[in-house]
């Protein structure tokens, strides 16, 4: 994946930060999230979905629900293709996302910093709580903290990912404001 070079604090200031797990109650939506998927594991495989009535209502403008398409040439070895984009996120990148890989409606490190958490959730096969700072969207960026959760493909293989953002942690700046 062609990187940008936008100026190393730049990139460095939206890189990811995985949060412990055992702070998830200070999020009050992400632990019933996280109590909801739980109980839908079984033997040690993620369910395939999660029922959306079952997710606090909060939750779901900022919801992004990926598959991984694992592509040996790419830099990563895999893309995320967008299946589901909530209502905030479509309005942040302007328009709607489903169908359209993280690398075509960010930039590209965005796009790198965005996937990173997604690929281990899904690799390692467990949720992850993680700090999003500075996340550029269009002409913002967008701090927040989000629960990310493997889910199992149709073929029963851990295959996409579901980010739920915690509506009370985002904050939107300008991109000049956000230097």
Known sequence: MPSVNTGAADQAQA??????LTKIDGYPELAALLTVWRAAV???????????LAMPRQLLPG????DLIREPGAA??????????????????GGEMK???LDEVMPPADAAAMMAPMLTATAE???LLIHRPAIRFRDQHVDYVALLLPLSGDDGQVSRVLE????????????SDAA
């Open 99 to 101: 169908g359209r890989t």
């Open 15 to 20: 890189w990811p930060r995985e949060l412990s």
């Open 76 to 93: 990563s070895g895999a893309r995320l293709r967008i299946r589901l984009a909530g209502t905030m996120l479509c309005e942040l990148c």
């Open 63 to 66: 919801a992004i629900l990926a």
């Open 164 to 175: 739920m953002p915690d509506p009370a942690t985002v904050r939107r700046r300008r991109r």
């Open 42 to 52: 079984v033997g040690g495989l993620p369910p395939r979905r999660i029922d959306p």
């Open 125 to 127: 096969v467990r949720p």
